[in-house]
């Protein structure tokens, strides 16, 4: 059993920045490919970003492309996901997840565990 606790969501304005953390208690953090997944009111849970078990593989949704960057710190069992120039449409609970492999995919059915999530909102 893995538990993801996910933090750094808030409010902020159009344009902001936030660093969301997912720290995961297992000893084999390492290797686990990790991902992030958003959902906003009314809408389907959506892929934003994944990275392998050693950071050197990294994968992006096209609307988050060059805004955001996923990174993890094995050493400290812990992802992170920098989101720049936020939009209001990021607005969503982002989730973090993992993965019992240490090759990172996209699609949400490849994911194990998954955190409650924390609320990002983006307004101005």
């Known amino acids: 059993q893995v538990q993801l606790v996910e933090s750094g969501g808030g409010l902020v304005q159009p344009g902001a920045s936030l660093r969301l953390s997912c720290a995961a208690s297992t000893r084999s953090f390492s290797s686990y490919a990790m991902g992030w997944f958003r959902q906003a009111p009314g809408k389907e849970r959506e892929f934003v970003a994944a990275?392998?078990?050693?950071?050197?593989?990294?994968y992006y949704a096209d609307s988050v492309k060059g805004r955001f960057t996923i990174s993890r710190d094995n050493a400290k069992n812990t992802m992170y996901l920098q989101m720049n120039s936020l939009k209001p449409e990021d607005t969503a609970v982002y989730y973090c997840a993992s993965r019992s492999s240490g090759s990172a995919r996209t699609g949400q059915g490849d994911y194990d565990y998954w955190g409650q999530g924390t609320q990002v909102t983006v307004s101005s």
């Open positions: 990275i392998s078990r050693t950071g050197a593989n990294t």
